[in-house]
C-alpha cells in the first residue's frame, strides 16, 4: 500500500466516524431540546463513553463487527457524540426564546424553526465540536492498527516493529500535517461563519 493510499484511507476511516456523529447529533439536539429527560440521559451516555479508554472501546466493539476498519469507524462515532452533541446542544439552546416566539407567530412549524433558525445560529458552535471530534478521529484511527485496521497507524506500527524510522515518520508525519489542516480551516470556517452572522 502506498503512501497516498495510507492518507486516503486514514480520512476515510475518520471522516465517515464524524460524519455519522454529526447526523446523529443534529438529530438528538433537537430532541432534547425539547425533551428534558432525553437531554440528561444523552448527556449521562456520552460523559461515560467519553471515559472508555480506546483500546477497551476497540474491545467491545470488535465483538460485533470484529477485526476490521468498521470497528475503528464504529469507535469514532461513539467518541465523537461527546463534543458533537455538547455543541449542538449549546448553540441551539442559545437561541433566544423571543426569536422562536416570534417564528410561531408566523407560522413556522417545529421543523422550519429547527432547519431555518437554530441550526443556522447554532452552525459556528456545530463546527467547533466538528473540529474537535475531527482532530481526536484522526489520532484514534491511528491506533486502529492494533486490531487490524488500515491507515498510517499501519505505517507507524511497521516502523517501530522493524525499527525503522523513515517508515514511522512516514506515517506519523502526516496524521500531524492532516491534524493541523483540519484545525486549520475548520477554525477559518468557524471563524467566517461568526463573521458572516454577525
Known sequence: MTLLN???EHIQISFLG????????????????????LK???????????????????TFVMLVF???????IVSVFL????????????????V?????RAARGIGMTDFQIYTKIELPIALPVIITGVKLALVSALSITTTGVLIGAGGLGMLVWRGIQTRNTTMM???????????????????RV???LVTYRS
Do not use: C, H
Not at 467518541?79 to 442559545?94: E, V
Open 190 to 192: 468557524e471563524k467566517w
Open 40 to 58: 440528561q440521559v444523552v448527556f449521562i451516555v456520552i460523559d461515560v463513553i467519553q471515559t472508555v479508554p480506546t483500546l477497551a472501546m476497540f
Open 96 to 100: 433566544s426564546p423571543s426569536v422562536i
Open 79 to 94: 467518541y465523537s457524540l461527546f463534543p458533537i452533541i455538547r455543541n449542538t446542544y449549546t448553540g441551539i439552546a442559545s
Open 18 to 37: 464524524v460524519l455519522m456523529a454529526l447526523v446523529t447529533g443534529v438529530v438528538l439536539a433537537a430532541l432534547m431540546n425539547r425533551q428534558k429527560l
Open 169 to 187: 515518520l512516514s506515517g506519523a508525519v502526516p496524521v500531524s500535517v492532516l491534524a493541523i489542516l483540519t484545525d486549520w480551516v475548520l477554525s
Open 6 to 8: 495510507s492518507i486516503l
Open 66 to 72: 470484529g477485526l476490521n476498519n468498521t470497528t475503528v
